[in-house]
């Protein structure tokens, strides 16, 4: 019911900025909190930032300060922007939109396709 398509990933060296932009299409008012996840080669899956519809985030540690989620709902988007990028930070990046209950009762969310992230000099 809801799909999500990212855009923004790519190659930048250590100490760099790149922003990460979700584009949500289909039923948005069933939206509730937005989140971007990342998952790196061998590790699990992991939240990196979250945004509730009122505006109140959340973050990983290791990305506190460096990261900054947004959203406009004005135009169906999110985004993450991330600076002073450490190789760490390479991994696949995943845009999710939480439903709000009742809304759609098949499914809990809606998962974009992911977008590279490469952090390397």
């Known amino acids: 019911q809801v799909q999500l398509v990212e855009s923004g990933g790519g190659l930048v060296q250590p100490g760099g900025s790149l922003r990460l932009s979700c584009a949500a299409s289909?039923?948005?008012?069933?939206?509730?909190?937005m989140g971007w996840y990342r998952q790196a080669p061998g590790k699990q899956r992991e939240m990196v930032a979250l945004?509730?519809?009122?505006?109140?985030?959340n973050y990983a540690d290791s990305v506190k300060g460096r990261f900054t989620i947004s959203r406009d709902d004005a135009k169906s988007m999110a985004y993450l922007q991330m600076s002073s990028l450490k190789p760490e930070d390479t991994a696949v990046y995943y845009c999710?939109?939480?439903?709000?209950?009742?809304?759609?009762?098949?499914?809990?969310?809606?998962w974009g396709q992911g977008t590279q992230v490469t952090v390397s000099s």
């Open positions: 945004i509730t519809k009122g505006g109140s985030t």
């Open positions: 289909g039923s948005i008012s069933s939206i509730g909190p």
């Open positions: 999710y939109a939480a439903y709000v209950p009742g809304t759609i009762t098949d499914q809990s969310g809606s």
